[in-house]
């Protein structure tokens, strides 16, 4: 059954379609890695999922119902997102961004504290991105890469099950980009994340859209999608994929343009 269903979406800013005619299916409970070159159209994409731009054309439908019918309390029930572009310079503690995520369930910061339980959501995320022991750091002290990690800690606080990521990987050391990954994946949930890594998108996504010029051009299972014709025609480079027991690598050789 599909999670998230999107109908013939289109999206444009002047005469430049950046969207064009989408139409993709999200199973439920699968990683779905988003995969395109630069300007292809992923995150405004994303952006029409979790309603920041509306579409001017098509119909984007969670559990079978209209996005557009969801109050934004509801949706961020339904939710998470982590966005490509993060403010970073919150003049909040770590533990309190990470609370933030928490408000669609009550009005934390109108009764001004949060309830017994919303503290152990947000210890356990904190723990589960390796930042227990930085609850009481200012946020905007923190490095990019553990200020993603807390935001991802904020999404998940949600206790949505579903989440959209764009470039969850940004400013991670690989060591953070496999743990994130793999805690992701054993959470279960849908998820849907554009991801510009195709070795990562090869090793963690179930499923994966393959976007060029805002349309879709290729969906289904990783090593399907992501051949050495599509990395030569549509990311310009030559590489060769390499089976290696259970593990498939993408083998870069030379970029042209
Ligand atoms: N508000 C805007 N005004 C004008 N052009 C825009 C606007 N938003 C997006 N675009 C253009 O639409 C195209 C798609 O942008 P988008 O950010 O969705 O691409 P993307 O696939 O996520 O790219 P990247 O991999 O670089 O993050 C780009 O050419 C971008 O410049």
Redesign the pocket.
């Known amino acids: 059954m599909n999670k998230v269903r999107i109908n013939d979406l289109t999206f444009s800013?002047g005469s430049?379609v950046?969207c064009d005619g989408i139409t993709v299916n999200f199973k439920r409970d699968s990683f779905t890695g988003i995969i395109?070159?630069?300007?292809?159209?992923?995150?405004?994409?994303l952006k029409q999922i979790y309603r920041v731009i509306e579409p001017n054309q098509g119909k984007i439908f969670i559990d079978d119902c209209n996005i557009r019918d969801f109050d934004s309390k509801k949706l961020a029930k339904i939710m998470a997102v982590l966005p490509?572009e993060n403010q970073s310079d919150f003049d909040y503690t770590v533990g309190d961004i990470v609370l933030m995520g928490r408000f669609p369930y009550h009005s934390i910061f109108g009764s001004g504290c949060p309830h017994e339980e919303d503290n152990l959501i947000m210890k356990e995320y904190l723990d589960l991105v390796g930042l227990k022991d930085r609850e009481h750091r200012f946020f905007k002290t923190l490095s990019g890469g553990e200020k993603q990690r807390v935001l991802l800690a904020r999404a998940l606080a949600q206790k949505s099950n579903l989440i959209v990521l764009d470039?969850v990987t940004n400013h991670l050391d690989i060591g953070y980009q496999y743990k994130i990954l793999e805690i992701l994946r054993k959470l279960g949930l849908t998820i849907i994340a554009?991801i510009?890594d195709l070795n990562l998108a090869m090793k963690f996504c179930d499923e994966i859209i393959l976007?060029d010029g805002?349309k879709v051009i290729d969906t289904g299972k990783p090593r399907d999608v992501i051949t050495e014709t599509v990395l030569r025609d549509i990311f310009r480079v030559n590489a060769r994929i390499v089976e290696d027991g259970d593990t498939t690598v993408i083998d870069y050789i030379s970029s042209y343009y």
Not at 36 to 45: I, V
């Open positions: 800013i430049k950046i395109g070159p630069n300007g292809s159209g992923k995150s405004t994409l490509q470039e554009a510009h976007i805002g």
